[in-house]
Every structure is written in structure tokens, then in C-alpha cells.
């Protein structure tokens, strides 16, 4: 295999070029299977005839879409979170139920957690998180937004690196 952008051999399949650091596949200009030049648009080389069509992998929509879910479940997360804590904090007070306040807590860090993941989701980074963060956004009222993050952010696992 010949690297697309420079042109030297590469041993085995890598994914980026050990001389220019170039993508191995994501060039046009010399064809990976005999190192001739090519032009951007050639599909097929014309000195050896193997095939120049580009693999690089299409983004799609859902790791988008899951991030987005994660974020909204995340954000109702904190926000009920907050509102258990300080309204059971009064009740606490008036009627001797402070033991209702931990439940907030726990929501409060779900919630992050589901934030943190959806924006790493989007940007396609760090796919343990983002599905960590669909998990937690599982955990909460609008469970069905948790279900769809998860679905979505482990069918896009290839997209993420």
C-alpha cells in the first residue's frame, strides 16, 4: 500500500502516513496500490487500474441527534434535581423529612453526567462517555429521550474517535 498524499510505501494497512502524517487513504494524489500520480477526480488508476474511491466514513445524523437528547434529559435531570433538594429542604424543616433531600443529589450528578456525554457525543469524541451519559440520561422521568440517546450514540460507534 502507497500513501495518497506522498507517495511511499506503507507497510501493512495504517491508518495515518509514518513519513508526511497525512490520513493513508484520504488523498488524491498518487494511487494506493501502485503509487502513480492521480488526479482528484480519477475513479480508477490509470497506470494500474485499481479502484481510487475514497473510504473515508460519512458522518450521520446520530450521534447529533443523541447528543442533543442526552443534553435535553440532562438538563430536566438537574433541574428536577434542584427542585426535590430544595423543596423537600423546606419540607425537611416544616415536617421533619430531610432524609428527602438526598434524592435530589444523586439526579443532580445523573444529570451532568448526561450533559457532559451528549456534548462529547456531538463532537464525536470519547464514545464510552457519550454512551456513560445516555445511560444516566435513562435514569429520569423522560426516560424515553435516555432510550433514544443510547440507541442512537451505539449504532454510531465507528464515527466516533
Do not use: H
Not at 511511499?8 to 494511487?31: D, H, I, N, Q, V
Not at 444516566?136 to 474517535?161: D, Q
Amino acid at each position: 500500500m502507497f500513501c495518497r498524499n506522498c507517495g511511499r510505501e506503507l507497510s501493512g494497512t495504517p491508518e495515518f502516513c509514518a513519513y508526511c502524517g497525512a490520513k493513508a487513504t484520504g488523498a488524491t494524489a498518487f494511487c494506493p496500490s501502485c503509487a502513480a500520480p492521480t488526479t482528484p477526480l480519477a475513479q480508477v488508476c490509470p497506470n494500474c487500474g485499481a479502484s481510487l474511491a475514497r473510504t473515508d466514513r460519512q458522518e450521520t445524523w446520530q450521534p447529533t441527534v443523541g447528543g442533543i437528547l442526552c443534553i435535553i434529559a440532562g438538563v430536566f435531570q438537574v433541574l428536577s434535581g434542584m427542585a426535590i433538594a430544595l423543596f423537600s429542604g423546606i419540607a425537611g424543616a416544616m415536617f421533619m423529612m430531610g432524609w428527602v433531600a438526598a434524592i435530589g443529589a444523586p439526579l443532580i450528578i445523573l444529570g451532568i453526567v448526561a450533559i457532559i456525554g451528549g456534548v462529547y457525543a456531538m463532537k464525536r469524541q470519547a464514545w464510552g462517555l457519550a454512551l456513560a451519559g445516555a445511560i444516566c440520561a435513562l435514569i429520569a422521568p423522560w426516560s424515553v429521550l435516555g432510550i433514544l440517546a443510547i440507541v442512537f450514540i451505539a449504532m454510531s460507534k465507528r464515527e466516533f474517535s
